[in-house]
């Protein structure tokens, strides 16, 4: 089963870009990246996913590397409402989305 | 609005009393899950459904039944709460394996 890992705790300036990686080095061919957030005492909610190339949406862009074993999620101006959890997650059995630890991101104003 | 909606947003109960917490999701999704948030621990999956009459176990089912006798409802059911289930629980769908999971606002249980 595929594993992360990622950095407890990041933090961030306001308006400025923010890369949260994570590094998932067993995971199989087939595995698409997930990346969830969660805001404080809300769900987790669904950001982007990506399988093999770059990703992008109105939320965050997705950085795949070339040998699938890490992955980058870019805010690309991080805003105080984006100060969250952020799991990277590749599903685990039949869409058991495995949450770690995750990253607390910390915005700055 | 799309959503998924679990009763009650809190809820205090006593070791022993049954409970029942409710989720429905208006999106036609076939895949629904628990979820319990423990501090420390992340969110661990308790069941989950790939559909009407299906259920299948996560990492954490002791404790816990479920039942998806329609496809918009999935509620968690604790027939003899004890105080090791104390804690955050969430209900996700999604419209399959694989896609995005849409997560409900929570359900904090405490049992004394």
């Known amino acids: 089963d595929a594993k992360t890992t990622q950095p407890n705790s990041m933090e961030s300036n306001e308006e400025e870009p923010v890369h949260l990686p994570c590094n998932h080095s067993?995971?199989?061919?087939?595995?698409?990246i997930h990346w969830y957030r969660q805001l404080p005492s809300q769900g987790p909610e669904y950001v982007i996913h990506?399988?093999?190339s770059n990703v992008n949406n109105r939320m965050a862009s997705l950085a795949i590397a070339e040998d699938r074993k890490s992955s980058t999620l870019i805010l690309h101006r991080a805003t105080l409402r984006d100060a969250a959890v952020y799991y990277c997650?590749?599903?685990?059995?039949?869409?058991?989305?495995?949450f770690g630890a995750g990253t607390r991101l910390t915005v700055k104003p | 609005e799309a959503q998924v909606t679990q009763n009650p947003r809190y809820l205090i109960t006593v070791t022993g009393k049954k409970l029942t917490v409710t989720c429905s999701q208006n999106?036609?999704?076939?895949?629904m899950s628990w979820y319990r948030q423990d501090p420390g621990l992340g969110l661990r999956q308790i069941y989950y459904?790939?559909?009407?009459?299906?259920?299948d176990k996560g990492d954490v089912p002791e404790g816990y039944k479920v039942s998806r006798k329609e496809k918009r409802n999935f509620p968690l059911i604790l027939e003899s709460p004890s105080p090791n289930q104390t804690s955050l629980y969430f209900c996700?769908?999604?419209?399959?394996?694989?896609?995005?999971?849409?997560f409900g606002n929570g359900t904090r249980l405490t049992v004394t």
């Open positions: 996700a769908s999604s419209l399959g394996t694989l896609s995005p999971l849409h």
């Open positions: 067993t995971i199989s061919g087939t595995d698409y």
């Open positions: 990506g399988l093999t």
């Open positions: 997650i590749p599903p685990y059995n039949n869409n058991d989305m495995r």
């Open positions: 999106m036609n999704h076939e895949y």
């Open positions: 459904s790939m559909n009407v009459e299906v259920t």
